[in-house]
C-alpha cells in the first residue's frame, strides 16, 4: 500500500510564522533527502486484535527514520504526530519544496539531534498516509475499507507503532514525544509500556478529551457525514465530500488559533483574492479558512478524518482509575510542555498529568510556555521546544 | 566533591546541613543552582518548584527537574512526609500566605530549611526611623512598588512565629555579609536560615 496522496507538509501555512531557532543553522541541519519506508505484518490468521475486539489485518505502517542507530540500541526516540500528520516529520521527498512537518525540530544540531539520537516517526493505524487506514483496500473484498474499517482507539496506534519498535529490535525507547493527539500517544506508551519508554514528552496535551473538545470534533464529524458526497464512508472512486472535510477543518483551525494569533495573523484586512458576496465579506481570515479547508482534501482522508478523531475523543489514558495509580511504580522521566494562549488543550490538562506524576512521584519537568499562538504553539515555539527537548533528551540518556 | 568556597554561605551551609541522597524538594528554586549543587555534592533526588519561566530553562539546562508553578499551589497533593527536605531559600517572604505554605512544607517535608531577609536589620531600621522610608538594602534591594517580596518578618518574628506554632527551631545560622553573626542576630544580621522540624503528634492528614 502507498500513500494515495502525497503532498506537501503538515500546515507549512502556519510554519512561516514560526520562530526561527538562532543556533541552528538552516543550511547544514536538515535530515535531508528521505524516503518513507513500510513493513506489513498482522497476516492471516494472525491478525491484529483490536482494542474492541475486532481483528485487522494485514497492515501496514509508514515510517521515517533520521540519524543512526547505535550498536547498543539505546538512542532511538519515536515522534507521535497529531491529527493532520504523518511519518514524514523531516527532510525532503523526492521533488517536493517543503520539509516534513516537524523539520525545524529534528535534524543535525537541531533539538532531536540526528547526530546524537535515532529518531522514528510512524503514520498511525487509520491514517491515510501510507499505514492501514479506511482509505487502504480491504483484501477480503477487493475495495477500500471505507465505513467498513472497524473502530480504532488509541492504544490501538500505539500498540501498533510497539510492533514497530519490535521489528527495528530496539527494546527500550530513549524517549516518546508528541504533542496534541501525539501527546496521547506518549501517555499511552508510558501507561501501556512503562518499561519501554526511558522517557516521555508530553505537549500541549491531555489524558483525555473534556466534553468541549469532543464537542468540536463532533461538529467537525458531522460536517463530514453532512456532504452528500460522503455516502456512508464509500466515496471512493467517485466525489469526494470535499466540503464537508474543508469545514471541518475550518473548524479545527479556529480552534488551533488564539484570539491574539488571529488578530495578529489577520485583523481585519481583506485578502487578496476574497470574492465578498452577501455573506462572506472577503476578510483574510475567512480567505485563510477557506484556503486551508479547500485544501485539506488533497492530502488527507475524511474517513481517517472521522476515525482518528473518535480515537481521540474516547481516549483515556486513566482507564477509569486515578490517573497516579496508573503511573504508580513508573521509572519514565517524564517532560510536559503547556501553551499559556492554548484554549484548545489548556495548560489545565497538562497540569493534571503533572499532579498524577507528583502523586506518583515521578521525575518530572513541566514548562508553561508564555506563547500567544494557541494550540498551533507545539509546532511554532521551536526555540523553546527546543531548549527543553535538547536538555531533557542528555538528562534521560545519563 | 568538595564544597566549594565561592558558593555563598547559605548555601555552604544548607550543604552541610542536607544528608547524602535525601530527597528535596526546594520551593522557589529559581535557576536550579542550589539543587544543582546538591545533587553533585549529595547525591540528592530533587525537584524544583518556580514560577518565572526563564528560570525554568535554566533548571532545565543543569538537568533539574522542575515544575512551573506557584508555590502557593504546589502541595496538596503531595503525601506526607514525600520529601526529607523542603527547602524554601530566600522565596518564604514572597509567597501569599506563608502561613499555608509553611505548614504545608512541613507536612510534605520532614524536615524545613528555610531563610528570608531580616526586616529588622540596622540598616532597614535605619530607613525605616531616620530616613523615613521604606528599607532598600543589601538583602531587601527592591523599591516598595516594585517588589517580589509580599509579607515582612524580622528573625524575631519568625523565632516567636515558630514557638506559637509548635515548630522546633534545630539549627539556625545568621548571615550578613556572606559572614555568621552570633551577637544580636536580629540587628546585625541581613538573612535568617533555618532548619525546622513539626512533630505532628501522631495526627497525619492525608494528601491524596
Redesign the interface.
Known amino acids: 500500500m502507498t500513500p494515495t496522496n502525497p503532498s506537501p507538509s503538515v500546515d507549512s501555512d502556519i510554519k512561516q510564522g514560526s520562530r526561527r531557532n538562532p543556533e541552528v543553522s538552516k543550511q547544514t541541519s536538515s535530515v535531508g533527502s528521505i524516503e518513507t519506508q513500510y513493513i506489513e505484518f498482522a497476516h492471516y490468521p494472525d491478525e491484529f486484535i483490536l482494542e474492541n475486539g475486532d481483528k485487522l489485518g494485514p497492515i501496514t505502517v509508514a515510517y521515517e527514520t533520521y540519524g543512526k542507530l547505535n550498536p547498543q540500541r539505546t538512542n532511538a526516540i519515536l515522534l507521535l504526530h497529531a491529527l493532520s500528520g504523518d511519518a514524514h516529520a523531516a527532510g525532503f521527498h523526492k521533488g517536493d519544496e517543503k520539509p516534513g512537518w516537524w523539520d525545524e525540530m529534528i535534524g543535525p544540531g537541531k533539538g532531536f539531534d540526528t547526530d546524537k539520537y535515532f529518531v522514528i516517526c510512524s503514520n498511525v493505524l487509520g491514517g491515510c498516509k501510507g499505514t492501514t487506514g479506511p482509505s487502504s483496500i480491504n483484501p477480503k473484498t477487493g475495495k477500500h475499507y471505507g465505513f467498513d474499517f472497524p473502530v480504532i482507539s488509541i492504544s490501538d496506534m500505539v500498540k501498533v507503532q510497539k510492533h514497530l519498535i519490535d521489528h527495528l529490535k530496539i527494546d527500550q525507547l530513549l524517549s516518546v514525544a508528541g504533542g496534541s493527539m501525539g501527546g496521547m500517544q506518549a501517555l499511552e506508551w508510558i501507561a501501556a509500556y512503562p518499561d519501554k519508554v526511558k522517557s516521555a514528552m508530553v505537549i500541549a496535551s491531555a489524558t483525555r478529551h473534556s466534553p468541549q473538545q469532543i464537542a468540536f470534533n463532533e461538529v467537525g464529524r458531522q460536517a463530514i457525514m453532512a456532504d452528500p458526497h460522503w455516502r456512508g464512508g464509500h466515496y471512493y472512486g467517485g466525489h469526494l465530500p470535499a466540503k464537508g472535510l474543508s469545514v471541518a477543518r475550518m473548524i479545527g483551525h479556529i480552534t488551533y488559533m488564539s484570539e491574539t494569533s488571529m488578530a495578529e495573523k489577520f485583523g481585519r484586512r481583506h485578502g487578496q483574492n476574497g470574492k465578498p458576496h452577501k455573506f462572506s465579506n472577503g476578510f483574510e481570515v475567512e480567505e485563510y479558512l477557506h484556503n486551508r479547508g479547500d485544501n485539506f482534501i488533497k492530502r488527507f482522508d475524511p474517513n481517517t478524518y472521522l476515525y482518528i478523531t473518535k480515537a481521540i475523543d474516547t481516549f483515556d489514558v486513566s482507564r477509569g482509575k486515578p490517573l497516579y495509580d496508573v503511573f504508580k511504580g513508573i521509572k519514565t522521566k517524564i517532560l510536559v510542555i503547556a501553551f499559556k494562549s492554548d484554549w484548545l488543550y489548556p495548560a489545565s490538562q497538562s497540569r493534571e498529568i503533572v499532579r498524577a506524576c507528583k502523586v506518583a512521584g515521578i521525575d518530572t519537568t513541566y514548562c508553561e510556555v508564555d506563547s500567544t499562538y494557541g494550540h498551533d504553539a507545539f509546532l511554532l515555539e521551536v526555540e523553546e521546544e527546543t531548549h527543553l527537548v535538547k536538555h531533557f533528551l542528555r538528562k534521560a540518556s545519563a | 566533591m568538595p564544597l566549594n568556597q565561592d558558593i555563598s554561605l547559605e548555601y555552604r551551609t544548607i550543604l552541610e546541613w542536607v544528608r547524602p541522597e535525601s530527597v528535596v524538594l526546594d520551593l522557589g528554586c529559581g535557576d536550579g543552582e542550589l539543587l544543582s549543587q546538591l545533587v553533585q555534592a549529595k547525591n540528592v ?1 530533587g ?1 524544583g518548584i518556580e514560577i518565572d ?1 526563564q528560570a ?2 535554566q ?3 543543569k ?1 533539574i ?5 506557584d508555590i502557593d499551589n504546589g502541595l496538596p ?3 506526607d512526609k ?1 520529601f526529607d527536605y523542603v527547602i524554601l531559600s530566600q522565596s518564604f517572604q514572597q509567597v501569599r500566605k506563608p502561613d499555608e505554605v509553611l505548614k504545608e512544607a512541613l507536612r510534605v517535608g520532614r524536615q524545613v530549611i528555610i531563610s528570608f531577609p531580616n526586616f529588622s536589620h540596622y540598616s532597614a531600621r535605619y530607613h525605616i526611623s531616620i530616613k523615613g522610608k521604606a528599607p532598600v538594602t543589601l538583602s531587601l534591594p527592591y523599591e516598595w512598588y516594585d517588589t517580589p517580596n509580599t509579607h515582612f518578618l524580622s528573625i524575631s518574628d519568625f523565632i516567636q512565629y515558630c514557638r506559637k506554632r509548635n515548630i522546633q527551631i534545630e539549627k539556625a545560622v545568621y548571615i550578613e555579609n556572606d559572614r555568621p553573626i552570633r551577637i544580636l542576630p536580629n540587628l546585625f544580621a541581613s538573612v535568617g536560615l533555618f532548619l525546622i522540624t513539626k512533630e505532628q503528634g501522631g495526627k497525619h492528614t492525608s ?2
Open positions: 533526588r525537584q519561566e525554568i530553562y533548571c532545565v539546562a538537568g527537574s522542575v515544575f512551573h508553578e497533593e503531595y503525601g514525600s494528601g491524596k
